[in-house]
T-cell receptor, first 112, second 112 residues
Framework: NAGVTQTPKFRILKIGQSMTLQCAQD?????MYWYRQDPGMGLKLIYY???????DKGEVPNGYNVSRSTTEDFPLRLELAAPSQTSVYFC???????????FGPGTRLLVL | KQEVTQIPAALSVPEGENLVLNCSFT??????LQWFRQDPGKGLTSLLL?????REQTSGRLNASLDKSSGRSTLYIAASQPGDSATYLC???????????FGSGTQLTVLP
């Protein structure tokens, strides 16, 4: 199986534009997460989901939205891009609360 | 609010040396503590996961310990190799979905 996949790999946005970062996993994991990583920093949790139809805010949710209509997919939506959203975005998933999280390769976003 | 700190931020050692990476956390109610490896421009790879009821975990040349009472975890790497060069991140899991709070990482360089 492919594990956790993310598209696109890299994107440049203009201020005020919107976009959706895609995340998919083929491991039938219930738990999925979105993180952002700024240069030289650790990852910060944006949103998470414990199953289809259930999402909740993490530490830094402002400016983002998510949905979880299927077990496999967990897209992250940026409605009005701002320079502060320039970052690398990682999606992760896990089968339950005692196992480790598996990470995707990341999406590098530049907002100019 | 959980805070995770990693010291040092960067470390350079000659090949063959044994080394210890440090991680401290403020909320001792963590469910587990995880160590990840991140190569430049890549996603995260899970190395070790220590449940709150455990004291340590071992995988090959890696050994991670957890002391909840003092809010500390260490990652011990034996007989370091140039291939071990990467950034090492620790993360504590809290909350119903075991959301991770990450440290900023230790960038390790092993010199041949």
């Amino acid at each position: 199986n492919a594990g956790v996949t993310q598209t696109p790999k890299f994107r440049i946005l203009k201020i005020g534009q919107s976009m959706t970062l895609q995340c998919a996993q083929d491991m039938n994991h219930n738990y999925m997460y979105w993180y952002r990583q700024d240069p030289g920093m650790g990852l910060k949790l944006i949103y998470y989901s414990v199953g289809a139809g259930i999402t909740d805010k993490g530490e830094v949710p402002n400016g983002y939205n998510v949905s979880r209509s299927t077990t496999e997919d967990f897209p992250l939506r940026l409605e009005l891009a701002a320079p502060s959203q320039t970052s690398v975005y990682f999606c992760a998933s896990t089968v339950n609360r005692v196992e480790t999280q598996y990470f995707g390769p990341g999406t590098r976003l530049l907002v100019l | 609010k959980q805070e995770v700190t990693q010291i040092p931020a960067a470390l350079s050692v000659p090949e063959g040396e044994n080394l210890v990476l440090n991680c401290s956390f403020t909320d001792s109610a963590i469910y587990n503590l995880q160590w990840f490896r991140q190569d430049p421009g890549k996603g995260l790879t899970s190395l070790l996961l220590i449940q709150s009821s455990q004291r340590e975990q071992t995988s090959g040349r890696l050994n991670a310990s957890l002391d909840k009472s003092s809010g500390r975890s260490t990652l011990y790497i034996a007989a370091s190799q140039p291939g071990d060069s990467a950034t090492y991140l620790c993360a504590g899991a809290l909350g119903s979905a075991r959301q991770l709070t990450f440290g900023s990482g230790t960038q390790l360089t092993v010199l041949p």
